[in-house]
């Protein structure tokens, strides 16, 4: 072989190579390309991803908010259902004291109207004593 062979042969496989480091470099380039889109898609993604847990955060303050207001209403709720149970325990209680006092007027009425019969009574007698007291007076006039 020849020098200029030999040159020849250095030359094709300089070209080859070069060939094929253009290829490798399309074909890193592309990579690259590739690889940016994905950081970008990524990129939205996380974005994406820290606005939907902010949103959750806020509902779940909110929701908080709402369940802690439930339960302080609630927890009046109970207080005023004690305050009622004590007023109608007390109602009852003077209901029964005024059906008692009712049974003690009726029986108090019960009494006046066995007196008023006897002062009737008393009455009619005292009539009939006061005409015939006035029938023995005329008789003596």
């Known amino acids: 072989m ?3 062979e030999i040159l020849d042969g250095f030359r094709e496989m300089r070209a080859y190579m070069d060939y094929g480091f253009a290829l490798l470099q399309a074909q890193l380039d592309a990579m690259r390309a590739e690889m940016a889109a994905f950081r970008n898609d990524m990129e ?3 974005t994406e991803m820290r606005a ?5 955060d806020r509902r779940f303050v909110r929701l908080d908010d709402r369940v802690t207001s439930l339960e302080t209403d609630v927890a009046g709720l109970k ?7 004590t007023d109608v325990g007390m109602l009852k209680s003077d209901v029964a004291e005024l059906k ?4 003690v007027l009726k029986t108090d009425v019960g009494m006046l109207k066995s007196d008023v019969a006897e002062l009737k009574s008393d009455v009619a007698v005292l009539k009939t ?5 006035r029938t023995m007076l005329d008789v003596d006039r």
Do not use: N, P
């Not at 939907?52 to 959750?56: I, K, L, S």
């Open 79 to 85: 207080s005023d259902v004690a305050v009622l149970k």
């Open 52 to 56: 939907g847990f902010a949103q959750m």
């Open 129 to 133: 004593d006061v005409a015939e007291i």
């Open 100 to 103: 008692s006092d009712v049974a």
């Open 2 to 4: 020849s020098r200029s």
């Open 44 to 46: 939205a993604f996380r």
